[in-house]
C-alpha cells in the first residue's frame, strides 16, 4: 500500500489561485486516457484524504453531486455538508490518526492526499507520503496555494507528456534539512 498526492500545478508551483481558482486548470487540454491520467490512478485507490477548501470546490463542482465511492477523510474545524450515500468523514484528528483509520477501510488498495499542498506536508511530516504525482499545465499563476510547501528530497520515478501537461511522478525519499 502507497500513500500518494496526487496533484495538478502550475509551472511556478501552485495548486490553486489565492482565490481557490482552478479555471487555469481546466482550459488545458489533457487526455484523459493518456499517460499518468486520473482515470486508471483512481482505480488503484481504496480511501481519499483531503482539505475542506478542495472538498468545498468538489462539491461546488462535481454535477453528479459526489463522484468518489471511496471512504474520503475531509481535514476541518467546521460542520460541511455530507452529500446523501457519499462515505465521508470530517475530522480535525491528527494525520497518524486517520492514516490508521483510511489503511483498514481502503482493504490493502493505495490511499490517496488529493489535496491541498499544506495536507500533503503534514503527511509528509509525519513520514507517511511515499510519493508525489504533479501534473505541471502550461501556465504560471504568480501567487496561490503551493503545491507542497516543505522542503522534501524527491526521486523521479517516470515521467510523461499528457497533451500539454509535462507529468511527473516522484517517490518522496526524505526530508530536507532546515537552513
Known amino acids: 500500500m502507497v500513500t500518494h498526492y496526487f496533484t495538478a500545478s502550475s ?28 482515470q486508471e490512478f483512481e482505480r488503484s485507490i481504496g480511501a481519499l484524504a483531503m482539505g475542506a477548501s478542495t472538498y468545498e470546490w468538489l462539491l461546488r463542482n462535481d454535477p453528479g453531486g459526489w463522484s468518489y465511492a471511496q471512504p474520503t ?18 475530522t480535525s484528528a491528527d494525520v497518524r490518526q486517520v492514516h490508521v483509520e483510511m489503511t483498514a477501510a481502503a482493504a490493502g488498495r493505495d490511499l490517496w492526499v488529493v489535496g491541498g499542498g499544506d495536507l500533503a506536508g503534514q503527511f509528509a511530516d509525519a513520514g507517511l507520503l511515499d510519493e508525489v504525482w504533479v501534473q505541471y499545465a502550461p501556465v504560471t499563476l504568480g501567487s496561490g496555494a503551493p503545491l507542497l510547501p516543505r522542503a522534501l528530497d524527491l526521486e523521479l520515478i517516470d515521467v510523461a507528456r499528457n497533451e ?16
Open 73 to 90: 477523510w475531509v481535514f476541518t474545524h467546521r460542520d460541511l455538508p455530507i452529500p446523501t450515500g457519499a462515505d465521508v468523514h470530517l
Open 164 to 179: 500539454a501537461f509535462l507529468c511527473g511522478r516522484y517517490r518522496v525519499t526524505g526530508r530536507l534539512p532546515k537552513s
Open 11 to 38: 509551472l511556478d508551483g501552485f495548486i490553486a489561485t489565492t482565490g481557490h481558482s482552478l479555471e487555469w486548470l481546466l482550459k488545458q487540454k489533457f487526455d484523459e486516457h493518456g499517460p499518468m491520467a486520473y
